[in-house]
């Protein structure tokens, strides 16, 4: 297995266990519900983006290199929409906020690099 591909899995499991961490404590830590929400919010995004990584692994396996730049995409998008949601909720500092749609759209073209990577196949197949 390549660096890169170990890079991914390990960054998606670290990734996963952010997620699980922050809705831990979105659920048990805290009393406000607003920042509650938020947590939860990031959290989810970020859980489910941590295993589309992992999904890109096996269409990277398959020969779609493209998902390689869709996993890269996935983390970003991930740091940068549920980093500054985690942000937001924590913290009195509001800069943060405009670093949100940023990080979406990373997700959002992750989703579309997939896509593509799936459709376009190998260039074996």
Do not use: N
């Not at 591909?5 to 809705?23: H, M, P, Q």
């Not at 398959?62 to 996935?74: E, H, S």
Request: hydrophobic share 55%.
């Amino acid at each position: 297995m390549s660096a890169q591909v170990r890079g991914w899995l390990g960054l998606a499991a670290l990734s996963g266990l952010a997620a699980v961490c922050f809705g831990a404590f979105a659920t048990h830590g805290v009393s406000d519900p607003h920042t509650r929400d938020l947590l939860h919010t990031a959290s989810e995004y970020q859980f489910i983006h941590a295993l589309a990584v992992f999904a890109c692994f096996s269409l990277y396996r398959a020969g779609a290199r493209a998902a390689g730049i869709a996993a890269w995409l996935f983390l970003l998008g991930a740091v940068l929409f549920s980093g500054s949601i985690y942000g937001l909720a924590l913290a009195p500092e509001r800069w943060l906020g405009p670093v949100t749609p940023i990080g979406g759209l990373c997700l959002m073209a992750g989703w579309a690099t997939l896509a593509w990577a799936g459709f376009a196949g190998t260039k074996d197949a």
